[in-house]
């Protein structure tokens, strides 16, 4: 059952739908970046990814690693549309009690296959998922994604060495490339440009898409699966808060929870 | 004179009977193979190890990746890179998703000689105690080590397994089995007792002798799990000989003298003094005369128990 582009568009939608009502909820939380990477996100759920909720220690499946997991709200959406847990759990994210950590915890939320949240660590762990599957000959691929701001860390560097070298071509990344960091502008605070020419460097195979356009995710994810003998980057231009009209761009929307009256005006936008 | 023998050559022949008996164990090192003894199994098992080059943090998140997927992957190094320098890897990739990541730094201690401070590490121990899901061991000698590398694999959880560099005589009987969280009282004694750790077992051993011949009965435990620490043996320990001493090639901060008074001070506080690294960092020199010069030896061990025993009530 393949979705068509539109059909994955109008999941999206419903994925930031989800972010919103869950962040208001919650009263914290992360709305700029959990924004920008919903069309990947959404796309590796309800197309690229072979996986089965009735059965989610398949070992064929593919792998995918937040490694941003800030942004987790987005694959908690993705998650429970996929039918990993009910939709109405949703609301519970970041309470007491609730199976929807802050941050991704792999032994409470069914479906999450790594527990991440500091930043860096996610390309180190994905590696690890695409040495098991060369050693088993297993053929699922590892998805993880990479925030901009995230890459300033060294530990990603170390990885893109290690998957360069054991010629990881069962591994891909998608880095949400949306400009923006904590503190301000990503240029402003640490450069990582020239971007393509580093991940080249370090002997991936690049890419460079518009990170909200599906076909260009799904197109994007096709090469890197022909990709043989190295791992892909693909560098995906987002804008952080995309969808909300008053988010988009906005540093201020990294880290802080929309208010009752914001949330309404953006699913309004949304609807 | 027992058998000499380093615990981190036991590791590696441990390693190999690994490899024919468990095909899910994988082996990942950091450019330092030949020293940690990993070297043997990349030889024979070369499809199952993985040199991730000098960057540590990596291999421990790689490790972590690798269990995810019914890998039990042993991750090695020397300890000073192998548990600070990944302390938030091991934290946040390993130990809260409670990962089956086995970490087995060689190169531990004041031991590691003539390298001196930046290679000696003193504070392992106790950074890895701290971290909830984590076991941490020390073995005593090579014996112990095979049995405890063996027993790793068989347990799912985290774990730190704490070897040397410097070759030391072999301490445990040949009929001596390894368990989890289970101390081994080594030596019998009811006049005071010295809770050793690692290389530090022998030195306890030749501290009894020359106390012996004064009269003192030294009872000798070898605490290799130093987590979860079997509290059992120590309270028995303060019941039946009143006076503690500690010995550990490590920092008396947090290490295995912190542990076990923790258990005293809660429960049966006796007279107790912890011998160990001062709060300080190490230097060159040859093992022998290090552990001399930090008060370390045998000497010092005799001289502690002497203390304790003075003050306990009469």
């Known amino acids: 059952m393949s979705l068509s582009i539109s059909e994955l568009e109008e999941r999206a939608n419903e994925v930031r739908q989800h972010i919103i009502n869950m962040l208001a909820e919650a009263g914290s939380g992360h709305p700029g970046g959990s924004l920008s990477c919903a069309d990947i996100v959404t796309t590796l759920y309800f197309n690229i990814m072979r996986h089965r909720p009735e059965e989610p220690k398949w070992p064929d499946r593919d792998r995918f690693v937040l490694s941003k997991g800030h942004a987790v709200p987005t694959v908690y959406a993705c998650l429970a549309m996929s039918g990993y847990f009910p939709v109405s759990e949703l609301k519970t994210i970041r309470k007491m009690g609730s199976r929807l950590q802050g941050h991704p915890d792999m032994n409470m939320t069914p479906g999450l296959e790594m527990s991440t949240g500091s930043l860096g660590m996610g390309l180190s762990v994905s590696v690890g998922m695409a040495l098991a599957g060369k050693i088993d000959k297993l053929p699922y691929r590892v998805f993880v994604v990479l925030g901009d701001g995230e890459i300033q860390e060294g530990q990603n560097w170390e990885a893109a060495m290690s998957a360069a070298h054991y010629r990881l071509d069962n591994l891909c990344a998608f880095l949400d490339y949306n400009k923006l960091q904590i503190d301000g502008r990503v240029e402003d605070i640490m450069g990582i440009e020239p971007l393509i020419d580093k991940w080249k460097a370090f002997g991936w195979h690049t890419l460079e898409i518009d990170g909200h356009n599906i076909g260009q995710i799904i197109k994007a994810a096709e090469e890197a699966k022909e990709t043989k003998g190295k791992p892909t980057m693909i560098i995906a231009h987002t804008i952080k808060g995309k969808g909300v009209s008053f988010m988009e761009g906005v540093v201020g929307f990294h880290g802080v929870a929309p208010s009752k009256e914001e949330a309404e005006k953006a699913l309004a936008e949304l609807a | ?314």
């Open chain 2, 1 to 314: 004179m027992p058998e000499m023998v380093a615990t981190r050559d036991a590791y590696g022949k441990a390693l190999l009977k690994l490899g024919e008996i468990n095909p899910k164990v994988v082996v990942l090192d950091a450019d330092v193979s030949s020293s940690t003894r990993t070297a043997n199994f990349a030889a024979k098992f070369p499809e199952r190890f993985f040199n991730m080059g000098i960057a540590e943090a990596n291999m421990i998140g790689a490790a972590a990746g690798l269990a995810t997927c019914g890998k039990i992957p042993f991750a090695s190094s020397f300890a000073i890179f192998a548990s600070a320098r990944c302390f938030e890897q091991i934290r946040n990739c390993v130990c809260w998703p409670r990962l089956n990541v086995k970490i087995v730094p060689s190169h531990a201690g004041i031991s590691v000689g003539e390298d001196g401070a930046s290679h000696q590490a003193v504070e392992d121990i106790s950074i890895m105690r701290m971290l909830p899901n984590m076991t941490v061991i020390v073995p005593a000698d090579g014996l112990e080590t095979e049995q405890a590398i063996l027993t790793a694999a068989e347990y799912d959880g985290p774990m730190y397994i704490r070897l040397g560099r410097a070759k030391f005589p072999l301490v445990s009987p040949p009929d001596y089995k390894f368990s989890i969280g289970k101390s081994y009282t080594i030596r019998e004694g009811s006049d005071a007792t010295c809770i050793a750790a690692g290389l530090m077992v022998f030195e306890a051993l030749s501290a009894a002798e020359k106390l012996q011949e004064q009269g003192i009965n030294l009872r000798v435990i070898n605490m290799s799990t130093i987590k979860p620490i079997d509290k059992e043996a120590i309270l028995k320990a303060a019941e039946e000989t009143g006076a503690i001493v500690t010995a550990e090639e490590h920092t008396i901060i947090g290490g295995l003298g912190s542990a076990v008074a923790e258990v005293l001070v809660e429960e049966k506080p006796v007279p107790m003094k912890r011998i160990g690294m001062p709060d300080r960092f190490g230097l060159s020199g040859p093992p022998r005369k290090l552990l001399e010069k930090f008060n370390m030896s045998d000497a010092d061990i005799a001289r502690a128990v002497l203390e304790v025993m003075g003050r306990k009530k009469l």
